[in-house]
């Protein structure tokens, strides 16, 4: 690309907007430190966001010359507002999410199973919520494979989706967004977590009814030339078995990692209608510890796997098995340390995700709106 004067402005005004959104709050003083721009370009860059309703001055501190303080730039949460979905096997939450990557749950339905008959059904939210709202994005979270140029979901294995192309059911006048769940939580995770600030290699698995891999390397989410990375839920963990797997291979990883294998261990009566609210269930029974401790292990073997292969700084937990407390993550953890290279293990940290109440995909697909709103700032 011929990089000309209006289009090298355009790549610096993303940039500044870009550097508030990760630093807030910060002067103009501090960006033209960052971005390495004089000051009289920060200064008509900042006039153009404050004026577009991206920024704006919230406060001052210090001094950088006798008598004057500085005056510092946040952006505005509120200034664009997305619909966020994460469409589950079963149940479908969404919500509104803001420009400053945080969400406000909305409610949820149950998935249908035709995608057609999903897709109106977000329609009907989106036409509730605009009716009171400006929405500026939609963004999915959707447990499977994603083709983010072509806006296709390739393979969504445990929906029995394949080769939907979502532009031909959901037709609005704004953009629409879909990433795979996992990845949009490694997305999450950088952008709120404090651990993952300085992190260039991690890897964020979600246990739900299968089991789905973001990956970070070299700071950035990898996705691969053809959107299929990261699914490590599908790696062969038993070559002889004879248990098929919704891809179609047999003994894949999330056949003994996902909370279907754990509920179809339990011998005791579990409630609920669907695998989320009985894997709940097990959750509190006394006598299901024993199942849930050797589900860990069998999380831990392909830890093990993507440890090996990648060589992470961070591996976080998500999903439905987040919140099962200490002795849980402790299990997996010294199975990894006995069972992967030592050398591979020496900074590794293992860990849920500060995703609670909102999950980290719902999260990550209002940072992925974010991300496009500052993409496609002219």
Not at 5 to 11: A, E, G, R, T
Not at 84 to 99: P, R
């Amino acid at each position: 690309m011929k990089y000309n004067s209006p289009w090298i402005k355009v790549l610096n005004k993303r940039n500044v907007l870009k550097i508030v959104h990760e630093n807030r709050p910060l002067s103009r003083s501090e960006i033209s430190e960052i971005t390495g721009l004089t000051p009289s370009s920060v200064t008509r860059i900042t006039k153009e966001l404050i004026e577009e309703g991206f920024v704006q001055e919230v406060g001052s501190e210090g001094k950088n010359s006798p008598g004057r303080r500085r005056i510092l730039l946040d952006i505005k949460s509120d200034a664009f507002i997305s619909l966020v979905f994460d469409v589950g096997v079963n149940v479908t939450t969404y919500g509104l999410g803001y420009f400053d990557g945080t969400v406000t749950l909305g409610g949820s339905f149950e998935t249908p199973k035709a995608p057609e008959k999903f897709f109106a059904k977000v329609k009907e939210v989106f036409d509730r919520y605009s009716a009171t709202k400006k929405i500026n994005r939609v963004s999915l979270s959707v447990p499977g494979m994603v083709d983010m140029e072509e806006n296709r979901i390739l393979m969504a294995p445990n929906l029995g989706w394949r080769d939907v192309v979502i532009n031909d059911f959901l037709k609005l006048d704004i953009p629409i967004l879909a990433d795979n769940e996992a990845n949009l939580s490694v997305l999450a995770e950088k952008y709120h977590s404090e651990d993952m600030k300085d992190v260039k290699e991690a890897v964020f698995i979600v246990i739900r009814e299968g089991v789905g891999t973001g990956v970070l390397i070299d700071g950035k989410l990898y996705r691969g030339p053809t959107y299929t990375a990261g699914e490590a839920g599908h790696m062969t963990v038993d070559m002889r078995s004879d248990k098929r797997c919704h891809c179609s291979n047999r003994g894949c990883w999330e056949l003994f990692a996902s909370i279907n294998w754990a509920i179809q261990h339990y011998e005791g009566k579990l409630e609920g209608k669907n695998a989320i609210e009985k894997f709940a269930s097990l959750k509190k029974q006394r006598d299901g510890r024993k199942v849930l401790e050797k589900l860990a292990e069998n999380i831990a073997i392909g830890v093990v796997n993507i440890v090996n292969i990648l060589n992470p700084q961070i591996v976080i937990l998500g999903g439905e098995v987040q919140d099962l407390g200490e002795y849980f993550y402790r299990i997996i953890e010294e199975e990894v340390k006995r069972r992967a290279l030592k050398d591979a293990t020496k900074e590794l940290k293992i860990r849920p995700s500060i995703f609670g109440t909102v999950s980290s995909n719902l999260v990550g697909a209002a940072v992925l709106a974010v991300e496009n709103i500052i993409e496609n700032v002219t």
